[in-house]
């Protein structure tokens, strides 16, 4: 079992910053890549970035590049989403989760889930 628990989440301008934690405890040498995704009301729960456990490799979707960086510390096990420039568009429940499967951007490979953080972006 691995379990993730995001903080950070908050209240912001557009054009504004926020940085997203996630701290993961338990079995995480079973994971492959730990990711961020989002979901608005109203809307599929959608990929926005993720990190391979072992070497770092990260991808981000296309509406996210540029702005959002994700980043890990292996010692805290803490996984980060630095958002800057953001958007009213970014509003999203934002929820840090845990793959043991090689796809990257699908919600349904990701078995650990966290609780999810609230990010709002007013214009």
């Known amino acids: 079992q691995v379990q993730l628990v995001e903080s950070g989440g908050g209240l912001v301008q557009a054009g504004g910053s926020l940085r997203l934690s996630c701290t993961i405890s338990?079995?995480?040498?079973?994971?492959?890549?730990i990711g961020w995704f989002r979901q608005a009301p109203g809307k599929e729960r959608e990929f926005v970035a993720t990190i391979r456990r072992i070497g770092g490799y990260t991808s981000y979707a296309d509406s996210v590049k540029g702005r959002f960086t994700i980043s890990r510390d292996n010692p805290s096990n803490t996984l980060y989403l630095q958002m800057n420039n953001l958007k009213p568009e970014d509003t999203a429940v934002y929820y840090c989760a845990a793959s043991t499967s090689y796809s990257e951007s699908f919600p349904s490979e990701y078995a650990y889930w966290g609780q999810g953080t609230q990010v709002t972006v007013s214009s």
């Open positions: 338990g079995h995480t040498s079973s994971t492959y890549y």
